[in-house]
């Protein structure tokens, strides 16, 4: 079983080495959670992404309460939601006292345009690796799938994505209804497989 000190230890790392919040702190969370302690697999840690997304409230929070709902109950929630947001609370609390003091600090202002693209590779890294695995799990199904699963597995895996992007970048439409959008699909989907 797993100890609430090993939940509270990985988010706290999660919530204290991730500038940017939200999605950057992927890479850090699938470490912890998929490679290192394997309280997850790549296809739980990929529902849990979409399940956190599509929830209200605070990603990073989302993912941390499903996480520990999961590994020991209410209390590993309540357990993971106070290690990941512990040291934000208090560094945000410190920010604030001091802000005025640094604001107009020409380093610290570069401190923060060298974040900046860190923040953007951090978001980038989970959605390559995700991608990659799978592309694998779709290439391994090839055999013993009919054409049309393995075209909505293809459809899936690249115009989705790709579409829901350009629908939200070009057209600016929600994410929340792209969500709602791909949830109804998903839905069809198993309703026609079945």
């Known amino acids: 079983m797993v100890k609430y000190c090993d939940i509270f230890w ?6 204290t080495f991730t500038v940017g919040g939200g999605y950057a702190m992927l890479p850090l969370m699938q470490r912890e959670l998929v490679d ?34 999961r590994l020991r109950g209410a209390v590993g929630s309540a357990v993971a939601i106070v290690g990941n947001v512990l040291m934000p609370i208090l560094f945000i609390l410190l920010l604030a006292m001091f802000f005025r003091s640094f604001r107009d600090n020409v380093y610290v202002d570069r401190i923060f345009m060298g974040l900046r ?5 951090l978001v980038a890294a989970p959605v390559f690796t995700l991608f990659k695995n799978e592309k694998l799990k779709v290439k391994s199904e090839t055999d013993s ?4 699963s393995l075209f909505i597995s293809h459809f899936s895996l690249y115009f989705i994505p790709l579409l829901s992007a350009l629908l939200i970048w070009l057209l600016g439409v929600s994410p929340i209804l792209v969500v709602l959008a791909a949830a109804l699909v998903g839905l069809i989907y198993g309703k026609i497989k079945n």
């Open 10 to 15: 990985s988010f706290f790392k999660v919530g």
């Open 36 to 69: 290192k302690h394997r309280w997850l697999t790549e296809e739980e840690f990929l529902d849990q992404v979409a399940l956190s997304q599509a929830l209200p409230g605070v990603f990073a929070v989302n993912m941390a309460a499903l996480t520990g709902q």
């Open 117 to 121: 693209p860190a923040v953007v590779a």
């Open 145 to 148: 799938v009919s054409h049309f």
